[in-house]
């Protein structure tokens, strides 16, 4: 029989995926692939309903239905303070999943370094190899996952093409503070690297934490690319939504690869959220206080545990040191949680490059009713 790629042989399927399979199997509490479980706001179900029953279930353009790239251009400018024009800074992707995989195969060349802070969400490991490049990690230190900045350098000094920074971060829940990034943005500028970063949680910041965009630090506009998508924000991961955000130099060049890696998201879709691009500024500050409120319970829960945890500044997750419990391997540990406590989580170790098994990863991107259920099962755990 002919082999396949050995590229494929180097990487799993997805844990995270696999966690959502392994609670349906279990009838657990799925806290771990990071989906919610409430629909999004009336107005976009009300565009997508009108949508079946228009015009656009035909190709879009390429790089995205002009009046997705429009409301775009005026959202990214309003809260970034950057000009973006529709037609030369923007490309619309199946997901931020897809921007970032063409993110990487636009800035770099088989065999070239990727820098990338570990934890890290577990896709960008798959895009490096999958894209033939080399991860080098600079590392994230708990509790607060700071980072060492002599270590940082090591990682830019090293040679390579962009470096990946997630921001509010998965899994840890960080938000970098200018500070940090005006020292990413100084390292950036001295080694002549792309900056690739994974904004998808920008909306979802917890007082008196605050998202600071890097493409709007001095000097850092030509040199950062922005992956986002509207899945997190609007409560449809499904419809695969995303974008790309980027110098003109880089967007020519990236709508090559968009188009021969998917040719484009789907039409209907890309007009329906129009709807949702339209919301006041006051749909954003809601959504973060709904996701505080999430927050607050099901930390109240872990409180109860005498766990210790991460406490998460933003996007939708929980570091969970899981040590006290004497397990030598953390899938083993989400396994008999998913079937003996009823809550399914996402193995820790799947977010580091060395071996790391003392954590798990919750998410609270829930209904109320939902965190409630699942904490009372997790008070099961209190040591």
């Known amino acids: 029989m002919p082999t396949t790629s050995r590229r494929t042989a180097v990487f799993t399927e997805s844990l995270i995926r696999e966690m ?16 919610p479980d409430f629909n999004p706001p009336q107005v976009i179900l009300d565009a997508a309903k009108a949508e079946m029953d228009g015009d656009h279930h035909q190709y879009a353009i390429t790089w995205g239905a002009q009046p997705l790239r429009q409301a775009l251009a005026a959202k990214l400018s309003r809260f970034t303070g950057l000009p973006c024009d529709l037609e030369r800074n923007l490309v619309v992707t199946c997901g931020a999943t897809e921007a970032m995989m063409a993110a990487v195969m636009t800035v770099a060349d088989v065999g070239d370094k990727i820098g990338l802070f570990s934890p890290f969400y577990e896709n960008y490991s798959a895009d490096a190899v999958l894209s033939g490049v080399q991860p080098v990690f600079a590392k994230l230190n708990p509790p607060d996952y700071s980072f060492d900045v002599a270590d940082l350098r090591r990682v830019f000094a090293s040679g390579i093409k962009a470096f990946i920074l997630c921001n509010p971060s998965n899994p840890t829940g960080k938000v970098f503070t200018r500070s940090e990034l005006e020292q990413i943005a100084t390292l950036a500028q001295e080694f002549d690297v792309w900056i690739i970063t994974d904004e998808v949680y920008e909306h979802i910041v917890f007082a008196p934490h605050h998202h600071e965009y890097m493409s709007a630090l001095p000097g850092m506009a030509e040199r950062t690319i922005m992956c986002s998508s509207l899945s997190k924000t609007f409560a449809i991961t499904g419809w ?19 188009d021969f890696l998917t040719v484009g998201a789907a039409a209907p879709l890309q007009h329906a959220i129009v709807a949702g691009l ?18 607050t319970i099901l930390l109240s829960y872990l409180d109860q545990t005498g766990l210790r945890y991460s406490q998460p500044a933003g996007a939708y997750f929980v570091m ?50 939902t965190l409630h259920a699942a904490g009372e099962r997790l008070l099961k755990l209190k040591r």
């Open 240 to 258: 695969r939504l995303g974008y790309l955000y980027a110098p003109p130099a880089f967007i020519d060049q990236a709508r090559k690869v968009h």
């Open 278 to 295: 339209k919301l006041p500024d006051t749909y954003y500050a809601g959504l973060a206080a709904e996701y505080g409120e999430r927050r």
């Open 320 to 369: 969970l040191d899981i040590s006290p419990f004497g397990y030598a391997n953390d899938i083993d540990f989400a396994r008999w949680m998913t079937r003996e406590i009823g809550v399914a989580p996402v193995p820790g170790s799947v977010f580091f490059h060395t071996p790391e098994h003392r954590y798990i990863r919750l998410n609270f991107a829930k209904k109320h009713v």
């Open 20 to 35: 959502t399979r392994v609670a349906a199997q279990h009838g657990a509490i799925n806290l771990s692939q990071g989906f």
